[in-house]
Structure formats: C-alpha cells, structure tokens
C-alpha cells in the first residue's frame, strides 16, 4: 500500500476514531427535561416576559409544553433538548402547527433551525395540548378550556 492512500485514509479514520471516544467517555450526553418547572424556569430565561403557571414534560423528557399566563398573543411555551444544550421557542398559531400522531403530537414551525418536532406523549395529555393549542387556552390539570 503506498502511503498516499494510508495518509489519506488516517484523517477521516481518525477523526472518527475521536468522536468515537468522545462519546464513550461520557461526554457525549444529551439532556433531559426532569419535570415542567425546570422548563419553566429555562423558559423565563429567553422569554421574561412569559411566565409559566402549567406544563408537560414528554415520556422521553426531551420536550416540554407550558401554559403561559400572561398570554396576550395568545401562544404556549416550548423547550426541546438539542444534544446537551436547550431551545425555547413561543408557539403561536399562525407560525406553529400541532398535529396528532401515532406518539403524541407533531409540531411544525416556520422556523428552518427546528421546522419539525415529535412530542411523545401519552394519548390522553396529547389530545389535551392539541385541543388546548386548538383553542388557546389550558387549564392547570392540563385539559383544554
């Protein structure tokens, strides 16, 4: 083998090689979401005009849906775990769009960073967040209003 092609193997190999071992040490860890209020408060951090007084955590504690009470748009709370880091975003119903699906719920947005995102949730609490969506407004045991 000559070493034009060995050299130019070694990069990507070993690049790969170092990603690899990233995320074997650990460090390679994404986030979860342990309950409504952590959202919350990671909410309020990008948003302070918006306080939080319900939400929901999805079954895989990637995503959290939240009532805002002061609402005068009219819009819901939304924080996803992107790797190990957080996203907050103001859902409103003339750029977001919550569908049902087999899992929970499908949230579209006119936004290229993040146009789509599955919520898994139990059928149940996603029938309430996509009637409460529907009808912007949640009541604090999460059923539509």
């Known amino acids: 083998m000559s070493l034009e092609i060995v050299l130019q193997w070694a990069g990507p190999i070993g690049i790969l090689a170092i990603v690899g071992a990233v995320g074997l040490a650990g460090w390679w860890r994404p986030e979860t979401i342990p309950n409504w209020s952590f959202a919350a408060e990671r909410f309020i951090t990008d948003f302070p005009e918006h306080e939080s007084v319900f ?44 569908t049902r699906c087999e899992t929970g719920l ?7 960073t993040m146009p789509t995102v599955k919520i898994k949730l139990e059928r149940d609490i996603a029938d309430r967040w996509y009637a409460a969506f529907n009808q912007l407004e949640v009541t604090s045991n999460g059923s539509a209003a």
């Open 55 to 98: 939400g929901t955590v999805s079954t895989d504690g990637r995503v959290a849906l939240l009532e805002l009470k002061k609402d005068k748009a009219k819009s819901m709370g939304f924080v996803v775990v992107t790797g190990d880091k957080w996203a907050t975003r103001l859902l409103q119903p003339d750029i977001s769009h919550i």
């Open 106 to 112: 499908k949230l579209t947005m006119d936004d290229f």
